[in-house]
Structures are given as C-alpha cells and as structure tokens.
C-alpha cells in the first residue's frame, strides 16, 4: 500500500469513529434534544449516496468507511426519530 492508501485508511478511520461517543450517549440517555434531525436526514441520505458511489466504483475504502459511518449515523437517527 502506498503512503496515499494509508492517508486514506486513517482518515476514514478517524472520520467514522468520531460518531462512536455520539452513538454511545444516545442509547444510554436516550436523549437527543440537541441534535438537529434535518442535519442528521441530510448526512444520512449523503452518506447512503457515498455508499452507493463506493459499490458503483467497486472501492471498498468507501463502501467501508461509509456503511459503518451510515450505520452509526443511522442509529443516532432513529433515536432522534423515536425519543425526539
């Protein structure tokens, strides 16, 4: 792999475990009042885009990095959606 390969790794990396903290205290507080849900639905629907792109591409960096950013992303989504 080349110097780029692993720019690239670790940007994904520390891009999609940025989310895991949120992830974290939404399902123990159940509590997201001060999280915007048109944010959310506008970052979701971009990272299933991105997820798209990646499979289109056959690139499994991306399908990688969004699928579990999209998942984490997701999960804070539906608790937005069901505890306001």
């Known amino acids: 792999?080349?110097?780029m390969d692993?720019?690239?790794y670790?940007?994904?990396i520390?891009?999609?475990s940025a989310y895991i903290p949120q992830?974290?205290?939404v399902w123990r507080t159940r509590s997201?009042?001060?999280i915007s849900l048109k944010?959310?639905?506008v970052l979701v629907t971009g990272l299933a885009l991105w997820l798209t792109y990646g499979f289109l591409k056959g690139e499994i960096p991306i399908i990688a990095a969004?699928?579990?950013t999209l998942m984490l992303a997701g999960i804070i989504l539906f608790f937005k959606l069901r505890h306001g």
């Open 39 to 41: 944010m959310f639905l």
């Open 23 to 25: 992830v974290v205290r």
């Open 10 to 12: 670790a940007a994904a």
């Open 1 to 3: 792999m080349s110097l």
């Open 32 to 34: 997201t009042k001060d």
């Open 66 to 68: 969004n699928g579990v």
């Open 6 to 8: 692993y720019t690239g």
């Open 14 to 16: 520390c891009t999609t």
